[in-house]
């Protein structure tokens, strides 16, 4: 994999609303600087995904100086918050691990984000990644903290691997739906240049400055069916995942990373890896 290169950089500045793309990101060690530092949270506390509400898709976060959000959605008018005074936080789940966060100051926006919904939900911000929330004990060394993720400080994936899924749908039974774009994905980080599902083998993996270790790799959920346009489901990638699946049953494409060094990577930086 002597070229390989970093495709391209995504954040997501809200948890489950569109992915926001960046030229070069700083790399702390909870994951890419503003990545997932927000999520909604319904009238128990607990996470809202795309899981339950595909409409997420067709949310946006625009990252403010300063860590504040410019949310917006088609046919609404956008709302900005600024990252909430440092005070009360509130006991939220995520994915059965209970956390502490902040929850956005200003009422507008939990009822802007309430009616996009339909459903009574309110923002809330992670206000200090460094302490909060831990790695999942099984693949955490000690001390690794995460953001918002789902599991890890960051989400890798390649096009090569993309390009051999979408072919394996191209012969499937739901041919029609394919060729799907990375974005069903939801990655951090998209690696070119390397073998198709070559990055299932890697244990450490260096962008750019920046040194990261392999996790394990990403078990995927029905959020990988919603189209992120428009927000509707259909049956792939699983059904060609499946086709695919691995020791255990999961479904998995990509490698959750956490970095071992901080610093910046930049698109078009090279990638090696063992």
């Not at 702390?28 to 927000?38: I, V």
């Not at 390009?163 to 974005?183: F, T, V, W």
Request: net charge positive.
């Amino acid at each position: 994999m002597g070229n390989a290169r970093l495709h391209s950089i995504h954040i997501h500045p809200v948890k489950a609303f569109r992915s926001l793309p960046l030229r070069k990101v700083v790399v702390e060690p909870w994951g890419p600087a503003g990545d997932r530092r927000w999520m909604l949270v319904d009238d128990r506390g607990k996470v809202v995904t795309q899981r339950r509400h595909p409409r997420l898709a067709l949310a946006a976060a625009e990252l403010l100086p300063g860590g504040g959000v410019r949310l917006s959605a088609p046919g609404r008018e956008p709302v900005t918050v600024g990252v909430p005074a440092p005070g009360r936080t509130v006991h939220v789940e995520l994915f059965g691990t209970k956390v502490e966060a902040v929850p956005a100051g200003d009422d507008a926006v939990h009822a802007w984000c309430s009616a996009l919904l339909g459903t009574a939900v309110r923002l809330v911000h992670l206000d200090d990644p460094a302490t909060r929330r831990p790695v999942d004990p099984r693949f955490a060394l000690p001390g690794e903290t995460v953001s918002f993720a789902d599991g890890y400080p960051l989400l890798l994936t390649t096009t090569a691997s993309l390009d051999g899924l979408n072919s394996l749908i191209a012969g499937g039974r739901h041919a029609a739906e394919g060729p799907l774009p990375m974005n069903r994905f939801r990655p951090n980080v998209v690696v070119e240049g390397t073998a198709p599902w070559e990055e299932e083998k890697w244990t450490r993996v260096t962008i750019g400055e920046v040194v990261f270790r392999v996790a394990k790799p990403s078990a995927r959920c029905v959020v990988t069916t919603t189209d992120q346009k428009t927000g509707r489901r259909g049956k792939e990638p699983l059904h060609a995942l499946a086709a695919r699946r691995q020791p255990g049953g999961e479904l998995l494409f990509g490698q959750n990373l956490v970095p071992l060094s901080p610093g910046t990577i930049r698109v078009g930086d090279p990638v090696e890896a063992a």
